[in-house]
């Protein structure tokens, strides 16, 4: 995937070959991608108009071609115009092939034909009699397939999409929005850029670096005993001789991160209904490298650390960091495959599964099962409401907050408690998108035909409500709930989880007497991650149960195996559950951030030097196929 479709920029800058209105020395430049045949597009000609008369000189305004796809009078209508001899005539037949009629008809086909001089019938033939018009017609075709390839590759889905000094504008097309955006005041680049950063896929492995990073620069400064009588403080609340308090480290570690397990866990239902693990063809790769991924790490961990306390710490080395591991992935570019990406996604996904699992059964505390038996019956309550086709969000919210009281009090770890309920967040079938789309124009056109009330006031009230039932309809509750819920996630708990965490004292005593608990860590990161997921894939593959992809290579593979070897956020939560003792904690946390590096620099190295397969390359054969 280009990087603009990623983060919504424009490909390439206006330049010569553009159809363009304006000096080139103008302060702003607006690219439109657009078609003749879009009614849309058609719409907001007369807000260009508009916008170009408010801002004169100060606006550069360029139009690229996108025909509609499978639109045949769109693509004739956009070749057409680039029959123009000059940017006047080209202009002309612009405005009158976007305004001459209600819709895009042959007539103005025609019409724009007879003001160009060129016979409609040869404008855009594969042959003909004239050498000269053939040459025309082909070289015009070009330039409307080096739009669209211009359009794919800054991630243009819509007609019509607008770039605004090459950032795309996804806002209202009225005049007022279009003047705001191209203004910039500082509310609205402040949002523009905060938007830019979360559309980058490494934003979130950045921020928990920069959040651990601050950690162990405070814990080892003159401020450390402070900062960590902070995150010790007790914070609740009191009724009478009832109480709930805990420290802020706890709420953080139970409260907080039980969103980012609900998060998790919404994921984890996606991939598993639409998404990448939606079939047993597509899963089979990821999860068994995921599996084997999860057992590697626990086998060597436990053949040098085979028993004592330590022991308990065995799932610290199963855990991936998702965000760490696809953020590297991401900033490797082209040298990584997408499809190794989806493979390191998805299994990094059936290992978070693995890691709930884990914690759920043997990093809980002692159990009181009267607070148990509660938290079955909210779970109960849960599936009531999905079973009763209740679709708002809320419900589901507030008994969920119930459900993790219980959990917490019934000595479960609380953050259980956001994997259940989103389980039962419910996903409804698919909206009828043609039925829905119909009925809100049907009901704009219908207000519209109000004349000027509607002009001065906007839609009724029973409209308007009539549009947010639509719009409630077309998203699924458990993806609102995503949509909603992950930037909390990723850009307020994971931080705040690494600074509450992460800071550990850098000294050689933390490293006197866990020398075997740190090596023990370090082999399941850095060795049991990759010779798992590879051993277990090829295994898979090998019997038939999978099929690897021809796109990467089993290096490849490998490197994203080591990648998968930073454990990070939930290999230190999992260690805060397993070594209670703070000596132990701070070695482990030590040993884990080591690991982590080192797993990264090793994945890295072994991908920037891997080369992709030829395409036309063919892999040996197992018992198990491959596909291209």
Not at 60 to 85: C, M, N, Q, V, W
Not at 350 to 379: E, Q, T
Not at 486 to 500: G, H, N, T
Not at 548 to 564: C, F, I, V
């Amino acid at each position: 995937m280009a990087e603009a479709q990623l983060i919504g920029w424009l490909d390439r800058p206006v330049d010569a070959t553009d159809h363009v209105l304006g000096q080139d020395a103008a302060e702003i430049t607006l690219v439109e991608y657009g078609s003749y045949a879009c009614p849309y597009c058609r719409a907001a000609n007369e807000r260009i108009a508009e916008i170009r008369d408010q801002f004169g000189d100060r606006l550069r305004y360029a139009f690229r071609h996108k025909p509609l796809t499978g639109s045949d009078i769109a693509r004739r209508a956009a070749a057409l115009a680039e029959r123009s001899r000059d940017p006047e005539q080209f202009w002309n037949a612009h405005v009158t092939l976007m305004t001459r009629s209600g819709s895009l008809t042959e007539d103005d086909l025609v019409a724009v034909a007879k003001d160009l001089g060129v016979e409609l019938a040869d404008a855009n033939a594969d042959a003909g009699s004239d050498p000269a018009a053939m040459a025309a017609a082909a070289a015009a075709r070009a330039r409307v397939d080096a739009d669209e390839r211009s359009a794919k590759a800054s991630g243009v889905m819509i007609t019509p999409t607008f770039f605004i000094n090459s950032r795309r504008y996804d806002g209202p097309w009225d005049e007022s929005s279009f003047a705001d955006a191209i203004l910039q005041p500082l509310g609205h680049r402040v949002r523009a850029s905060a938007l830019d950063f979360a559309s980058w896929a490494p934003s979130t492995g950045v921020l928990l670096l920069l959040a651990s990073i601050v950690a162990v620069a405070l814990t080892n400064s003159p401020m450390g005993p402070a900062f960590e009588a902070f995150w010790q403080q007790p914070f609740g609340f009191s009724l009478g001789d009832a109480g709930f308090h805990m420290s802020l480290r706890h709420w953080i570690d139970d409260g907080l991160l039980s969103i980012f397990f609900l998060v998790v866990g919404l994921e984890i239902k996606r991939e598993f209904t639409i998404g990448h693990l939606s079939s047993r063809r597509s899963a089979a790769l990821p999860v068994a490298g995921a599996f084997g991924g999860m057992v590697a790490p626990v086998l060597l961990y436990l053949s040098v650390i085979p028993s004592g306390p330590w022991a308990h710490g065995w799932g610290v080395p199963m855990a991936t960091d998702t965000a760490f591991a696809v953020a590297l992935l991401v900033m490797l570019g082209s040298r990584v495959p997408v499809e190794l990406r989806i493979f390191l996604t998805a299994a990094a996904i059936v290992d978070d599964i693995g890691a709930i699992i884990v914690v759920a059964l043997f990093y809980s505390g002692d159990l009181n099962f009267s607070y148990l038996v509660a938290a079955v019956a909210c779970a109960g309550m849960l599936v009531m409401l999905n079973h009763s086709g209740v679709y708002r969000v809320l419900p589901y919210l507030l008994v969920g907050a119930g459900l993790w009281a219980c959990v917490h009090a019934g000595g479960l770890h609380a953050t259980l408690a956001g994997v259940i309920l989103s389980l039962v967040i419910p996903t409804r079938p698919p909206a009828n998108l043609k039925a829905l789309t119909t009925q809100a124009s049907t009901i704009i056109a219908t207000e519209s035909r109000q004349g000027d009330h509607f002009l001065r006031h906007g839609p009724s009230l029973p409209a308007l409500r009539a549009l947010d039932a639509i719009h409630d309809r077309i998203e699924s509750p458990a993806a609102r709930a995503l949509r909603r819920i992950e930037p909390w996630s990723s850009y307020l708990v994971l931080p705040l989880f690494a600074l509450a965490n992460a800071g550990v004292v850098l000294n050689a005593q933390a490293w006197t007497g866990h020398g075997t608990l740190s090596l023990a860590i370090g082999l399941g990161l850095v060795l049991g991650k990759p010779l798992g997921i590879v051993a277990a894939s090829a295994l898979a593959v090998w019997i038939g149960a999978a099929v690897k992809p021809r796109e990467y290579s089993w290096r490849q593979l490998g490197g994203a195996g080591a990648l998968a070897g930073i454990g990070f956020t939930m290999s230190l939560f999992i260690a805060g559950q397993a070594f209670p003792t703070p000596s132990d904690f701070a070695a482990a946390k030590i040993a884990v951030f080591a690991a982590s590096v080192l797993a990264a620099v090793v994945g890295v190295a072994v991908l920037w030097s891997a080369k992709s397969p030829e395409p036309e390359a063919s892999e040996p054969e197992g018992k198990g196929s491959r596909v291209t």
